[in-house]
């Protein structure tokens, strides 16, 4: 569900938001709400590269890496007694942005927001899904060894 939520999601984005150009609603896109110093907007970008841009100039490197740790994960997950929501989290954002790098040759990116000014690199709901991922892997680990609060 989140799988197609996220496609769905890029779809959308495509179909109706303009691309991002440094002008209008802070930073330029379509307005989504302002609460003081932070706001939100829609702002469509074509990321070649991984997170916040990085290595766009080694895309193809970056999708054989990508292909190559999702069926890591997954074999993992697969063979493994381990079935943490966390990892599948990890999978399906990794599979939503391989998938647009698949169908389109970039990564959708749409979602913008700003911190006092500050803009956020702008990101997708597959990024949603792998940062939660992560946060789940993280917590859970720190409950295991007592860093955490129960």
Known sequence: ??????VVSKMFALEHIPLFVH???PFGGVPVFSLGPITASLNLVANTGAAFSLFSNHSTLLF?????L???????LWFSKERRFSW?????GALGNVLD??????VVDFLHLTFWGHSFPIFNLADCWITFGVIGLLWTSGKKKRILPV
């Open 1 to 6: 569900m989140l799988f197609v939520l996220d």
């Open 23 to 25: 002008t209008g609603y």
């Open 64 to 68: 054989i890496v990508r292909i190559l």
């Open 70 to 76: 999702i069926a890591g994960l997954v074999g993992y």
């Open 88 to 92: 599948w989290l990890v999978v399906v």
């Open 101 to 106: 790098y698949t169908v389109y040759g970039y």
